[in-house]
């Protein structure tokens, strides 16, 4: 992961058949036509006994950021490295990143690895991705290296870059020669230092490891942000193994801000195995551990045979992981997959003038500057334009632009991002401007932390056995024309993933739509019943029927459960 500007190693196995004399591409993963050279006409200084041979190339100033391939042309031909250079235009905070677990593809319950992951990761577009090993279940038994060329190009299609470390049922032995030049390695985000290990039942942590993730610690304990390891093994014998070594376990761990342990599983951590290990360590300022379910359909031990990802929120030293699910016995649950999805209206190809999408969240958790990446074809004289979300950056295909598109998804439910290379294809928002009144103050669409307004439900009882929650308090839906003409409205509200129901009785009858006049508002009482109610800060969500985006407006909400 680099800058533009910026310079890095590229390390190269020679053969004879390459040739003596290389260039170097970058190309673009998702659009091909963006191709960048580095440096042209030149040779690599022999290294390693002259198997391998070594420059430093350096990034061009003016680069698209994204994940490119490296792309070498020698003597025979092309030779591709693929998403090996991440260019980024600036280091984020906070950012988001990504863990998949055991996958143990080949498993009767697991034949291949799931295709739904790598359309949720990329929709949450994480800045990286770390795997912790088990990819395959007979690899090291078989000795079979062509099953990292199957996880490659499964992982390859995730357009982040992707860091793994090997499990036990992993070929190791082909580890060097398919994925990387060593089981151990690292990894930096700006201030923040991964130290991905070789840690698991066939080849677990030896002393020689645990001195150099100690020196590698000691030269990261000054990092502004923290440090945080990767491994496949679960039983935390890392910290065993330091707390022998150091002795006061706590202090050495807050004074090399180790923060995260991440490491491989079958199921979610329940809070209970290995926590002895984690004795005089606080997750909230110290030490955080990390144990994924499952990325995959396999049911090994606990797992569920439906699989899981883990989003992983950093904002400065404090660590966001756990997703809170309406029913979740386990306070580390991790995501199934299968809530987050995209749906198209035509052919996201390049060929047409203008195409929707539709991105529909149905987890309890809202996901801000999430990424949907939409082509239309080239019009004479314009360039794309978006509604529903935020033009990004627009990359030049050759015979069509390919749009990135940020969108913020409410919790339970979904926004509607229409890209077109035409303004006039473009349609208008309604000129009504919607706001929250609960009580006597008004709520703004963007009220967080204490001004967020809360919301008590109490448990009710209707007929034939139906259970129902209701807030007595009084919340209303004012509308007010900003326009000079009269304007036909009909708002649809929901909350927590419900309708809301709206009384419009008191002013407009059962009249559907009404109609405001220019300069007028309207306020229509909301009846707050819902099925369920799941505590927690959610977005009341607002609409419109005419508008074809559906264009949301949304207020901060703090849900609360009478007991």
Same mark, same amino acid.
């Given at each position: 992961?680099?800058?533009?500007?910026?310079?890095?190693?590229?390390? $190269?196995?020679?053969?004879?058949?390459?040739?003596?004399?290389?260039?170097?591409?970058?190309?673009?993963?998702?659009?091909?036509?963006?191709?960048?050279?580095?440096?042209?006409?030149?040779?690599?200084?022999?290294?390693?006994?002259?198997?391998?041979?070594?420059?430093?190339?350096?990034?061009?100033?003016?680069?698209?950021?994204?994940?490119?391939?490296?792309?070498?042309?020698?003597?025979?031909?092309?030779?591709? #490295?693929?998403?090996?250079?991440?260019?980024?235009?600036?280091?984020?905070?906070?950012?988001?990143?990504?863990?998949?677990?055991?996958?143990?593809?080949?498993?009767?319950?697991?034949?291949?690895?799931?295709?739904?992951?790598? +359309?949720?990761?990329?929709?949450?577009?994480?800045?990286?991705?770390?795997?912790?090993?088990?990819?395959?279940?007979?690899?090291?038994?078989?000795?079979?290296?062509?099953?990292?060329?199957?996880?490659?190009?499964?992982?390859? !299609?995730?357009?982040?870059?992707?860091?793994?470390?090997?499990?036990?049922?992993?070929?190791?032995? #082909?580890?060097?020669?398919?994925?990387?030049?060593?089981?151990?390695?690292?990894?930096?985000?700006?201030?923040?230092?991964?130290?991905? $290990?070789?840690?698991?039942?066939?080849?677990?942590?030896?002393?020689?490891?645990?001195?150099?993730?100690?020196?590698?610690?000691?030269?990261? !304990? +000054?990092?502004?942000?923290?440090?945080?390891?990767?491994?496949?093994? =679960?039983?935390?014998?890392?910290?065993?193994?330091?707390?022998?070594?150091?002795?006061?376990?706590?202090?050495?761990?807050?004074?090399?801000?180790?923060?995260?342990?991440?490491?491989?599983?079958?199921?979610?951590?329940?809070?209970?195995?290995?926590?002895?290990?984690?004795?005089?360590?606080?997750?909230?300022? =110290?030490?955080?551990?990390?144990?994924?379910?499952?990325? #995959?359909?396999?049911?090994? =031990?606990?797992?569920?045979?439906?699989?899981?990802?883990?989003?992983?929120? %950093?904002?400065?030293?404090?660590?966001?992981?756990?997703?809170?699910?309406?029913?979740?016995? %386990?306070?580390?649950?991790?995501?199934?997959?299968?809530?987050?999805? %995209?749906?198209?209206?035509?052919?996201?190809?390049?060929?047409?003038?203008?195409?929707?999408?539709?991105? $529909?969240?149905?987890?309890?958790?809202?996901?801000?500057?999430?990424?949907?990446?939409?082509?239309?074809?080239?019009?004479?004289?314009?360039?794309?334009?978006?509604?529903?979300?935020?033009?990004?950056?627009?990359?030049?295909?050759?015979?069509?632009?390919?749009?990135?598109?940020?969108?913020?998804?409410?919790?339970?439910?979904?926004?509607? %991002?229409?890209?077109?290379?035409?303004?006039?294809?473009?349609?208008?928002?309604?000129?009504?401007?919607?706001?929250?009144?609960?009580?006597?103050?008004?709520?703004?669409?963007?009220?967080?932390?204490?001004?967020?307004?809360?919301?008590?439900?109490?448990?009710?009882?209707?007929?034939?056995?139906?259970?129902?929650?209701?807030?007595?308090?009084?919340? *209303?839906?004012?509308?007010?024309?900003?326009?000079?003409?009269?304007?036909?409205?009909?708002?649809?509200?929901?909350?927590?993933?419900?309708?809301?129901?709206?009384?419009?009785? *008191?002013?407009?009858?059962?009249?559907?739509?009404?109609?405001? !006049?220019?300069?007028?508002?309207?306020?229509?009482? $909301?009846?707050?019943?819902?099925?369920?109610?799941?505590?927690?800060?959610?977005?009341?969500?607002?609409?419109?029927?005419? =508008?074809?985006?559906?264009?949301?407006?949304?207020?901060?909400?703090?849900?609360?459960?009478?007991?």
């Amino acid at each position: 992961m680099v800058r533009p500007g910026e310079e890095f190693f590229f390390v $190269m196995r020679l053969r004879k058949s390459v040739g003596k004399r290389f260039f170097v591409w970058l190309a673009h993963s998702r659009v091909p036509q963006i191709r960048v050279n580095l440096r042209a006409d030149f040779g690599l200084a022999p290294v390693h006994g002259q198997q391998h041979g070594q420059t430093i190339l350096k990034i061009p100033e003016k680069i698209p950021p994204g994940l490119y391939d490296l792309e070498v042309e020698g003597k025979d031909g092309s030779h591709f #490295s693929r998403h090996s250079v991440r260019v980024i235009d600036q280091w984020r905070n906070p950012f988001r990143f990504v863990h998949l677990s055991n996958m143990n593809i080949d498993d009767p319950a697991a034949p291949e690895f799931d295709q739904l992951l790598i +359309d949720e990761i990329n929709l949450l577009a994480p800045e990286f991705v770390v795997c912790t090993g088990d990819f395959t279940e007979w690899g090291r038994v078989l000795g079979n290296p062509i099953d990292w060329r199957r996880t490659l190009e499964f992982l390859g !299609q995730i357009h982040a870059p992707t860091y793994i470390v090997c499990g036990d049922h992993d070929d190791e032995a #082909s580890f060097r020669r398919h994925v990387a030049d060593n089981e151990i390695g690292t990894l930096d985000y700006g201030e923040y230092h991964g130290i991905l $290990m070789l840690d698991h039942a066939a080849h677990p942590i030896d002393n020689a490891q645990l001195k150099w993730l100690k020196a590698d610690l000691d030269a990261h !304990q +000054d990092v502004e942000g923290f440090n945080f390891v990767v491994m496949h093994n =679960d039983d935390l014998h890392v910290l065993d193994m330091l707390r022998r070594d150091v002795g006061d376990l706590p202090t050495f761990v807050r004074a090399h801000k180790l923060r995260m342990i991440i490491t491989g599983g079958h199921s979610d951590w329940d809070l209970r195995e290995f926590a002895s290990k984690l004795k005089g360590l606080d997750s909230k300022k =110290d030490l955080v551990y990390i144990r994924t379910h499952q990325s #995959s359909t396999c049911m090994h =031990d606990r797992a569920t045979g439906i699989s899981h990802y883990r989003v992983i929120e %950093v904002d400065g030293n404090q660590i966001r992981y756990r997703y809170r699910d309406d029913t979740a016995p %386990v306070a580390h649950d991790s995501i199934p997959v299968g809530r987050l999805r %995209v749906f198209y209206s035509g052919k996201n190809d390049g060929t047409e003038d203008a195409i929707v999408a539709t991105v $529909m969240n149905a987890l309890n958790r809202e996901f801000d500057s999430c990424r949907v990446w939409l082509a239309v074809a080239k019009a004479s004289g314009e360039r794309p334009g978006v509604r529903g979300g935020k033009l990004v950056r627009v990359l030049d295909g050759g015979g069509y632009w390919m749009c990135e598109v940020g969108v913020d998804l409410p919790d339970k439910g979904g926004r509607k %991002v229409m890209v077109a290379n035409r303004a006039a294809l473009l349609p208008k928002p309604l000129p009504i401007e919607a706001k929250l009144a609960v009580g006597a103050g008004e709520v703004p669409g963007t009220a967080t932390g204490p001004s967020v307004p809360a919301l008590l439900f109490k448990k009710e009882h209707g007929g034939l056995g139906v259970t129902y929650y209701r807030c007595e308090q009084k919340v *209303a839906l004012v509308l007010t024309n900003t326009s000079d003409a009269a304007e036909e409205v009909w708002p649809v509200v929901r909350l927590n993933g419900q309708a809301i129901l709206l009384d419009w009785s *008191a002013a407009f009858g059962d009249r559907k739509p009404l109609i405001i !006049q220019p300069g007028k508002s309207a306020r229509l009482p $909301m009846k707050l019943v819902l099925g369920r109610v799941s505590p927690g800060e959610h977005q009341l969500q607002v609409f419109f029927r005419s =508008d074809p985006l559906k264009r949301l407006t949304t207020f901060r909400l703090m849900l609360k459960q009478a007991r």
